[in-house]
């Protein structure tokens, strides 16, 4: 079994090779290989990506090796002035599961949020994503709500 000793980290502009890591992992933990790894963006793309205050990519890293990350969104509320984080994705190498990395995760990015002046943090499950319910239940509170995906008509005018 791996150690459970593991360190976090906000990724940074030049952190790009982590970040590679990162989606690679994100790959393979959703079965989404080519979603995740067949388009890769530029390094230049992904430096600003990473440079942008309001997305925050978490790792967790045992030495040099991502382990487990999150990548998370902040927006900006309009009928109040507060901000609300969305965290996209999330994953957790499966050698690496069941030792606290994806709650140290979230709590890390819990102190990002307080600090930017946000109300909460949300997230969604796949039913029958088990561990994935059991890890957000203990940490917030189920809401059931529907979720759609529009998609985007790149040729219509408004």
Partial sequence: MPS??????????????????????????????????????????VGEFLAKEHIATLVAMEGDTVIGGLV????????????????????????????GIATALINHLKDIAARRGAWVIYVQADYGDDPAIALYEKLGIREAVLHFDIAVDPKSED
Avoid: M
């Fill in 4 to 45: 459970s000793d593991f360190t976090l980290k906000r990724l940074a502009p030049d952190d790009v090779s982590r970040l590679r890591q990162l989606n690679a992992l994100f790959g393979k933990a959703f079965a989404e290989t080519g979603t995740y790894g067949n388009e890769p963006p530029s390094d230049a793309y």
């Fill in 72 to 99: 998370a969104y902040e927006l900006d509320k309009f009928e109040r002035a507060r901000r609300e984080f969305y965290i996209y994705d999330l994953a957790v190498d499966g050698r690496y599961r069941r030792q």
